[in-house]
Nanobody, 125 residues
């Protein structure tokens, strides 16, 4: 059973930084592409950042380019999202997610089927 557990969220002032982590289990982590998503309100989630299995390919939403960095440590089975220069509009619940099978890389939320429970990020002065 694939299990994903996010951590690292919290309250931060505009311009501040946070580093989110996603601990993965139940899968051979190094064989899986991963993604970060966020949900501000209602049922809609949007893609934030994506990374392939070895970290050589990444994609970012336009709203976070230049500020967020997705990375991974396959030896630790952990996915990261470094968030810098945070803005109030970044306030959301952040989720990590995995596609339905190994080797699959996608920037389409419809592809993703394995989800963590989310971690709250609040950017406010």
């Amino acid at each position: 059973q694939v299990q994903l557990l996010e951590s690292g969220g919290g309250l931060v002032q505009p311009g501040g930084s946070l580093r989110l982590s996603c601990a993965a289990s139940g899968l051979t982590f190094g064989d899986w592409s991963m993604g970060w998503f966020r949900q501000t309100s209602g049922p809609v989630r949007e893609g934030v950042a994506f990374i392939n299995r070895d970290g050589e390919t990444t994609d970012y939403a336009d709203s976070v380019k230049g500020r967020f960095t997705i990375s991974r440590d396959n030896d630790k089975n952990t996915l990261y999202l470094q968030m810098n220069n945070l803005k109030p509009e970044d306030t959301a619940v952040y989720f990590c997610a995995a596609p339905p099978r190994r080797w699959l890389y996608s920037t389409d939320i419809e592809t993703y089927v394995h989800w963590g429970q989310g971690t709250q990020v609040t950017v406010s002065s």
